[in-house]
Structure formats: C-alpha cells, structure tokens
C-alpha cells in the first residue's frame, strides 16, 4: 500500500511541479463538485422514483406494485456500477484520473438529461419504462467510474497524515448532492401544483443539470494528473488489465471491502429512499414534509462527514469505524420504535440515521481505498465500494418495502442489524493497513 509520505509527492521536479499546480483547494473542491454533480443526479431520480415514476411509467400497477416496480428501475443503477468501475477503473489506472473523471462525469450527466426527455407509458407504452431503465443503467455506469477516481484525486493528492480528512471531502458530495435533489422538489412543489408537478415539472431538475454538469467540466479540467499516478509513470509500474491484477492478487482486500461497506449502503437507503416513500405511503405525509424530512437528513448527514474526519485523525479511522458499525446495531433494536410513533419517531430516526450515516461513510472511502497499490487502486476501490453498493444498496429500498408490507417494521429493523454484525466482523478480520 502506498504510504502518506508517498501519497503527498515525488522530490522530482516533473513531479513537484505538477503537484505544485494542484492547490489543495483546487483539488478538493474539483473532488467535491464532481461527487457534487453525480450524486444529484443519481439522488434526483431515487426521489422522482418515490413522488412520480410510479405513476408516469407504471401506471397500470397497484400502487404498491407501481412503487416496488419503480424500486427495481432504481436497482438497476447498482448493478451497473461495477461494471463503470471496471471499464473506467482501466482507464484511470492506465491513463490517468483526470481523464477518466471527466468521462464518468460526462457519462452520467447525459444519462440523466435524457431521463428529463422521456415520454411517459401513456405516450408510447411499455418502451417508456425500457427506455427509463436504459438510462438509469447509463446513470449507475457513469457513477461507478466516478466515486473511486473521486477518492484518488483527493487521497493522492493528500499530505502526509492528512489521508482521512482528504478523503473525507469527495464524500461530502452524497450529503450535499441529496440535500439539492430533495431542495429542487420542494421548491418545485412550492411554485407549481402536484398535477403540474407529475404533468411536466419533474422534468426540470433532470434537464437543469446540464448547468451543473458544464461546471464539473470545467472544474475537472483545470486539474493536473495526481502525484501519485505521475510517479506510477515514471516508475514504469502500470499494469496492462488492472482488473486481472485485482482479481488475480486483492481477492481479500475486495471481498472484505466490499462487506466492511455494506452496513453504510444499507443504512443510508433506508434513511432515505425507503424512509421517503414510507412517509408519502404509509404515513400519508404530504411531499413537501416528506421533502422536509429528507433535506433535514441530507444537512445531518453532512455535518457528522468532517466530525468523523477529525475523530480519524486522532484516534484512528479503523477505531471509529468499529464504534459506528456498533452504534448502527444498536440502533437497528431503536428502529422498528421509532418509524411506527408517527412523525416525532421519524424526526429521532432521521436524526440517529443521518448522525451515524455522516461518521461512517465519511470514512468508507479512505478505507476502500487503501489496501490497494496505486496501480490498481481506481479499479480496485471503485469495484469494491459498488461491489457493496448491490448488497447493501441496490435492492435495500424493495428489501425493506417487502418487509415492512409483509411482516412488519421489526423485520426491518433485523435486517439493518444483520448488515452491521457482517460489517464488524469483516472490519475485525482486516488489519489496520487494511482498513
């Protein structure tokens, strides 16, 4: 693994020059943005598939049915990522990060603009939803080239000591990315009514993000190659199929990664996605207070991101982790409690959700990142942080959905549990270079 000293820069010329022009914070926030951008999109559509796409392109369902139909559109993204990671992941162990950033960025930023397009199941059928689950494939390959080379940019370009809190920043980006795609759908439905919000409105913030898309551009542009990579060039220490490399010498390092994950995904998805459309469906919350649960998550969950950076720092990114993944089984026995006392136990639960969710996956991405050598590291922590994203993420709204419409909010509250039991235990089994 690639030590801080080694992260920070090469005594070169070629290289400190390089590393020079990249300013801290240049690189910060062109990792910032970035994640910014993608998780907007990707956040936008998870809300759209909760307020409008059970009823615009399954509209002949049950509405139970039109939702977990909408849930399984939204799962396909997860399935995507590794397959992004992989393809981009070889690119930016081969050709470099800034590149490959650039064409994550644009790869997903088309997909949701298209979405923004499309016509609905009233106009031209069952194609419509095809064509929404083409896209929202488009959107989970773009993603899972994004989030690794994210990481990299920040991680390699860190000084010594300073890895966690670097790699704390790109992170930042799910927070914030929420916070705008919930805030764009309560504004428009403080403008506009419901009718006009199904008829036509929930094209616009899809559409609009080609603004925000054209500013990643440019921000991703400015940026030179990271000192780490630049170093990896010179050395001549690139492999020709970084995935084989992966696969054939990290079978450890992915698997446990991937599971050392899996409490965060599954944690965030249902504080999120599953919780917004528990409170439209069940609790029978009008979409804006739905909105305003989610937004209130979204600042809580930024705000516990740089506090876990800091405990890092100090007391060391795998002890927290520990103490987080312990917290979030603790809370799995408070949650079954609180999403059934109305809207008070909501606004506890989203507060405990989002706190923990902010020291854990403030973290995640150093620790995917580093049991890797840099030139495997784009493929490998990309792969693993999606690999986590299918078992924990893609189909944890449809899981909890299914459980709590079949055996209760308490199963739920199982489920969440046994995800943090196998995340402790995979974090216990790897070593402190590991995590």
Same mark, same amino acid.
């Given at each position: 693994?690639?030590?801080?000293?080694?992260?920070?820069?090469?005594?070169?010329?070629?290289?400190?020059?390089?590393?020079?022009?990249?300013?801290?914070?240049?690189?910060?926030?062109?990792?910032?943005?970035?994640?910014?951008?993608?998780?907007?999109?990707?956040?936008?559509?998870?809300?759209?598939?909760?307020?409008?796409?059970?009823?615009?392109?399954?509209?002949?369902?049950?509405?139970?049915?039109?939702?977990?139909?909408?849930?399984?559109?939204?799962?396909?993204?997860?399935?995507?990522?590794?397959?992004?990671?992989?393809?981009?992941?070889?690119?930016?162990?081969?050709?470099?990060?800034?590149?490959?950033?650039?064409?994550?960025?644009?790869?997903?930023?088309?997909?949701?603009?298209?979405?923004?397009?499309?016509?609905?199941?009233?106009?031209?059928?069952?194609?419509?939803?095809?064509?929404?689950?083409?896209?929202?494939?488009?959107?989970?390959?773009?993603?899972?080239?994004?989030?690794?080379?994210?990481?990299?940019?920040?991680?390699?370009?860190?000084?010594?000591?300073?890895?966690?809190?670097?790699?704390?920043?790109?992170?930042?980006?799910?927070?914030?990315?929420?916070?705008?795609?919930?805030?764009?759908?309560?504004?428009?439905?403080?403008?506009?009514?419901?009718?006009?919000?199904?008829?036509?409105?929930?094209?616009?913030?899809?559409?609009?993000?080609?603004?925000?898309?054209?500013?990643?551009?440019?921000?991703?542009?400015?940026?030179?190659?990271?000192?780490?990579?630049?170093?990896?060039?010179?050395?001549? =220490?690139?492999?020709?199929?970084?995935?084989? =490399?992966?696969?054939?010498?990290?079978?450890?390092?992915?698997?446990?990664?991937?599971?050392?994950?899996?409490?965060?995904?599954?944690?965030?998805?249902?504080?999120?996605?599953?919780?917004?459309?528990?409170?439209?469906?069940?609790?029978?919350?009008?979409?804006?207070?739905?909105?305003?649960?989610?937004?209130?998550?979204?600042?809580?969950?930024?705000?516990? $991101?740089?506090?876990?950076?800091?405990?890092?720092?100090?007391?060391?990114?795998?002890?927290?982790?520990?103490?987080?993944?312990?917290?979030?089984?603790?809370?799995?026995?408070?949650?079954?409690?609180?999403?059934?006392?109305?809207?008070?136990?909501?606004?506890?639960?989203?507060?405990?959700?989002?706190?923990?969710?902010?020291?854990?996956?403030?973290?995640?991405?150093?620790?995917?990142?580093?049991?890797?050598?840099?030139?495997?590291?784009?493929?490998?922590?990309?792969?693993?942080?999606?690999?986590?994203?299918?078992?924990?993420?893609?189909?944890?709204?449809?899981?909890?959905?299914?459980?709590?419409?079949?055996?209760?909010?308490?199963?739920?509250?199982?489920?969440?549990? $046994?995800?943090?039991?196998?995340?402790?235990?995979?974090?216990?089994?790897?070593?402190?270079?590991?995590?």
């Amino acid at each position: 693994m690639m030590s801080d000293t080694l992260a920070s820069g090469s005594p070169t010329a070629t290289h400190s020059n390089r590393a020079g022009l990249n300013s801290p914070a240049r690189v910060l926030f062109a990792s910032l943005v970035g994640t910014t951008i993608e998780f907007f999109d990707f956040y936008v559509y998870a809300t759209a598939a909760v307020l409008v796409f059970p009823t615009l392109f399954f509209p002949n369902s049950d509405p139970t049915t039109a939702l977990l139909a909408s849930f399984a559109t939204f799962s396909i993204a997860f399935f995507a990522r590794p397959l992004g990671a992989i393809v981009f992941g070889h690119y930016g162990d081969r050709i470099g990060r800034k590149t490959t950033l650039v064409a994550a960025l644009l790869t997903m930023g088309v997909s949701t603009v298209i979405i923004g397009l499309l016509p609905s199941y009233e106009t031209i059928g069952v194609l419509a939803p095809l064509l929404l689950a083409l896209c929202r494939f488009g959107q989970g390959f773009g993603l899972g080239g994004e989030w690794g080379g994210a990481v990299l940019l920040a991680t390699e370009n860190a000084p010594p000591g300073k890895r966690s809190w670097y790699g704390m920043f790109p992170q930042l980006g799910a927070p914030v990315g929420l916070f705008l795609s919930s805030g764009v759908f309560w504004l428009l439905l403080h403008v506009m009514s419901q009718e006009s919000l199904l008829a036509w409105g929930w094209r616009i913030p899809f559409v609009a993000s080609i603004v925000l898309i054209a500013v990643g551009l440019w921000v991703r542009l400015s940026i030179t190659e990271t000192p780490a990579f630049q170093k990896a060039i010179e050395k001549q =220490e690139r492999v020709e199929v970084p995935v084989v =490399e992966l696969f054939r010498n990290h079978k450890r390092s992915l698997v446990l990664g991937t599971f050392v994950a899996l409490a965060t995904f599954v944690l965030f998805y249902i504080g999120s996605a599953y919780l917004l459309s528990y409170n439209v469906k069940v609790l029978k919350l009008p979409f804006v207070e739905a909105l305003e649960v989610q937004l209130l998550g979204s600042v809580l969950f930024g705000l516990f $991101i740089p506090f876990a950076g800091k405990l890092a720092e100090r007391f060391g990114r795998r002890e927290v982790l520990i103490l987080t993944t312990v917290l979030i089984g603790a809370f799995s026995f408070l949650l079954p409690g609180l999403m059934t006392s109305g809207e008070s136990g909501i606004f506890v639960f989203v507060i405990l959700a989002m706190a923990l969710m902010g020291m854990t996956y403030g973290l995640i991405g150093t620790a995917l990142a580093a049991p890797f050598p840099t030139k495997v590291r784009y493929t490998g922590s990309s792969i693993t942080f999606n690999f986590a994203g299918i078992f924990g993420a893609s189909l944890a709204p449809y899981i909890a959905t299914w459980l709590q419409a079949n055996y209760g909010m308490t199963y739920v509250g199982y489920y969440l549990g $046994i995800s943090a039991v196998i995340t402790l235990a995979c974090i216990l089994l790897s070593g402190k270079e590991e995590v």
